[in-house]
C-alpha cells in the first residue's frame, strides 16, 4: 500500500519541525508527501523539506473535498485547529471518499491539547488519566468544561472520533501539552499558544512572575524534538500498515512526565530576572487586578489567564512507549534545565 501524505500546519511551531525531520526520518515507502499552505513564501519553505505546496483553503468544504481526492491523499495530519469540527470533518468526509475510489486505508490524525483532559475542561484529576485508559472516550463524551471554548474543543475531538468511525476512517487523537524547545520549521518561530510563552509575555509586561493557582498543580511536558518523534513513529506504523490503535482507543499524549507549574515559575522567573525583565525572582499569587493586567498583556478575556498559565492535568503518557516503541529523549525535569535557553529564545522574538 502506497500512501499519499498531506500535512496541515507546516509553518507552525511543531509542524515545521515535523516537516524538517521527515526528510531523515527513514519512512516506509510513500507516492507523495504535500503540505497546505498559505502564500508563495510558504510554498517556497515547505519545498525545501521535499513537500508539495498544495494552496487551498482548509475552511472550505469544497476545496478541501478537491484537494483531498483529486489528489488521493490517504493521511492527513492535522494541526491548525483543535477547537472547530467543522474542518476535520470535511477532511474525514473526503478521506472516506478516496477510499471509496481506491480501497485504500485512510487516515486522520487530529492534534488537539492537554488542556481538553485537565480540570479546565471537566477531566477527572483525582487519580492518573492514562492514554490508554479504555473508558477515555467516555469520559471525554461526559466532561464539562469551564468555558464554551473549550468545551467546543472537546465535543469536537470527541466527533472526529465518531465520524471517522462512521465514514471508514481511522482516526487519531495527537495530544501535545506543554512542549518547548526551538523550532526547527522555516516559519512561527515561537508559538503565543504555548504556556511558556505567554508565563514569559505577561512577566514581561507587569515586571513579575505570577502564579494563578493557589495549591501545586502539575502538568506534563514535552521537549519538541520527543513530541516531534512522535509524530513520526505513528506515521511509520501507519505507512507500513501495521495497524496501530485508533478511534476510541486512539489517543496519543506525547509527554515524557510531568512537572508542577511552582517549579517552572520558579525557572523562568529566575531567568528573567537575570535578564532584568522583572524586578526580582520572587513568584507571586495573582490577585483579581493582576489577572485582569494579565490578561490585556496576553490579548484574551480574564477568565482565560488560568487556562493559559496553569490547572491540573493528571494526562498520563502511556500507548506511544507501549505500543509504538516511543522513547522520549528528555525528562520532564529538563525543561526546568532549559528554561534559561528557552527564556532567552523566547525573549528575542517577542515583540515590545
Not at 132 to 145: E, F, G, H, N, V
Request: with cysteine; aromatic share 8%; hydrophobic share 40%.
Amino acid at each position: 500500500m502506497s500512501h499519499n501524505i498531506l500535512i496541515t500546519g507546516g509553518s507552525g511551531y511543531l509542524g515545521g519541525t515535523l516537516l524538517a525531520r521527515l526528510g531523515a526520518a527513514n519512512l516506509p515507502s510513500y507516492k507523495k508527501l504535500f503540505a497546505s499552505v498559505r502564500s508563495a513564501e510558504q510554498a517556497e519553505g515547505v519545498q525545501q523539506y521535499g513537500a508539495q505546496p498544495l494552496s487551498f483553503n482548509l475552511k472550505d468544504e469544497s476545496e478541501v473535498r478537491a484537494a483531498v481526492i483529486e489528489n488521493e491523499i490517504t493521511v492527513v495530519y492535522y494541526m491548525i485547529d483543535a477547537i472547530s469540527s467543522g474542518p476535520p470533518i470535511f477532511f474525514i468526509q473526503a478521506l472516506a471518499e478516496v477510499k471509496k475510489r481506491t480501497g485504500l486505508t485512510v487516515h486522520f490524525l487530529h492534534t488537539t491539547g492537554a488542556k481538553l483532559f485537565s480540570s479546565h475542561a471537566g477531566a477527572p484529576t483525582d487519580r492518573p488519566l492514562l492514554d490508554t485508559d479504555p473508558q477515555l472516550y467516555a469520559i471525554q463524551k461526559s466532561q464539562r468544561a469551564n468555558l464554551d471554548l473549550l468545551q467546543e474543543a472537546v465535543n469536537s475531538s470527541c466527533m472526529v472520533i465518531e465520524e471517522a468511525e462512521k465514514y471508514g476512517v481511522r482516526s487519531y487523537i495527537f495530544v501535545p501539552c506543554i512542549v518547548y524547545g526551538k523550532s526547527e520549521g522555516f516559519g512561527e518561530p515561537v508559538s503565543m499558544l504555548r504556556q511558556i510563552v505567554a508565563i514569559v509575555q505577561a512577566a514581561k509586561a507587569l515586571k513579575r512572575v505570577y502564579r494563578v493557582d493557589s495549591d501545586r498543580p502539575v502538568w506534563p511536558v514535552c521537549h519538541i524534538i520527543d513530541n516531534t518523534t512522535l509524530y513520526i513513529e505513528l506515521l511509520q506504523k501507519i505507512l507500513a500498515d501495521e495497524n496501530p490503535s485508533h478511534g476510541k482507543n486512539g489517543y496519543y499524549l506525547a509527554s515524557s512526565g510531568s512537572v508542577a507549574w511552582d517549579d517552572l515559575y520558579t525557572a523562568v522567573a529566575a531567568a528573567l530576572a537575570k535578564r532584568d525583565v522583572v524586578v526580582d525572582d520572587s513568584v507571586t499569587l495573582a490577585n483579581d487586578q493582576i489577572l485582569e493586567d494579565m490578561a490585556a498583556a496576553l490579548g484574551c478575556p480574564k477568565e482565560f489567564v488560568p487556562v493559559q498559565l496553569g490547572g491540573r492535568c493528571t494526562f498520563t503518557a502511556r500507548r506511544a512507549q507501549e505500543e509504538l516503541g516511543w522513547k522520549p529523549l528528555y525528562s520532564p525535569e529538563h525543561i526546568l534545565e532549559a528554561s534559561d535557553a528557552e527564556v532567552e529564545w523566547i525573549l528575542q522574538h517577542l515583540s515590545d
